[in-house]
């Protein structure tokens, strides 16, 4: 499993009055962008926004991190070599497949294998 990208989780209420500064801060257009059950996400440099209610976002706010990956089914061998446990997934997204991951030491990490 090779990491492809990290990007920052940004939880906001308000997807288009959160992207105009982070276009201006990155000089990037919005990658991708799709609605998750109550939840509305978009992809803009090395960002991912997550918008919604702070009811909709309270299932979302544990995961600290997105890592997209070249391979979600090098996972497993991650979390026998270095511990760890899947909270959720895999699972198939509007992107292709994801998981979320609990660390020793109590980081969450969701990874994201993209499909074409």
């Keep these: ?3 492809l990208a990290t990007l920052a989780r940004l939880y906001v209420d308000d997807l288009d009055r959160a ?5 201006d801060l990155t000089g990037r257009e919005v990658g991708k962008r799709f ?4 939840v509305e996400v978009a992809g803009i440099g090395g960002f991912l926004l ?8 309270a299932p979302f706010r ?5 890592v997209l990956v070249d391979d979600l ?8 070599a270095r ?8 699972n198939r997204v509007p992107t292709g497949r994801n998981a979320v991951v609990r660390h020793p030491g109590g980081v969450v990490i969701e990874y994201v294998e993209h499909t074409a």
């Design 19 to 23: 992207l105009p500064a982070l276009r």
């Design 83 to 90: 511990g760890g446990e899947i909270v959720s997934g895999p």
């Design 1 to 3: 499993m090779k990491v």
């Design 73 to 80: 089914d090098g996972l497993r061998a991650l979390l026998d």
């Design 35 to 38: 609605g998750y059950g109550d």
């Design 50 to 57: 997550v918008a919604g209610t702070e009811e909709a976002l």
């Design 62 to 66: 544990d995961v600290q991190s997105t």
